[in-house]
């Protein structure tokens, strides 16, 4: 039995089965008809600071999808909230702006188009910093997941970055692509 079942998935998986009709199967391209209307809170708990970046990342693809053709939305009607809660805190604090002078201007850029930024209160107390210690674009919150539960009860959609270590360079990737 074992050996008819091996047969037979040889001769499923044989590109002698390959059909013209292959040639034709491509991936279709979509313009999903977004909502003029999105509400949006991004979910920063990263376990390192300089993952923030990975985050901003996403907030920057999010936007531009819907700044660019065929959507054309202004940044200023987009409503977007993103909590600030895990060990990334520490880029907000304005004595750590030369170790994170990059991602400072980018909150800084983001928070000018509108994007509001808000930080744990109760991690920041932990970490002995006061509002004094944060930069002026920053909101504090009592608490970052319930500050995050607060706007998915007011209708927004939840975002979570995910910042994994990288495994695979870019490079291989592009490898792996080509014909």
């Known amino acids: 039995m074992k050996k008819y079942l091996g047969i037979l998935l040889f001769i499923l998986c044989s590109p002698a089965w390959a059909t013209d009709t292959e040639a034709e199967d491509i991936a279709q391209v979509v313009q999903t008809p977004y909502s003029d209307e999105q509400k949006t809170v991004f979910e920063f708990f990263f376990n390192h600071p300089v993952k923030i970046h990975t985050g901003l990342s996403w907030l920057r693809i999010y936007m531009n999808t819907l700044i660019d053709s065929p959507y054309d939305q202004a940044p200023e009607f987009m409503d977007i909230k993103v909590v600030i809660h895990g060990t990334e805190i520490v880029t907000l604090m304005k004595k750590n702006y030369k170790k994170y002078q990059t991602a400072v201007e980018k909150m800084k850029y983001y928070a000018s188009l509108g994007v509001t930024f808000i930080a744990c209160n109760s991690f920041a107390h932990q970490l002995g910093y006061e509002p004094k210690d944060f930069y002026g674009f920053v909101t504090l919150a009592p608490s970052g997941p319930n500050e995050v539960i607060h706007w998915q009860q007011q209708g927004y959609a939840l975002i979570v970055p ?15 692509a080509q014909p």
């Open 162 to 176: 995910q910042a994994l270590d990288k495994l695979v360079e870019l490079d291989e990737l592009h490898a792996d």
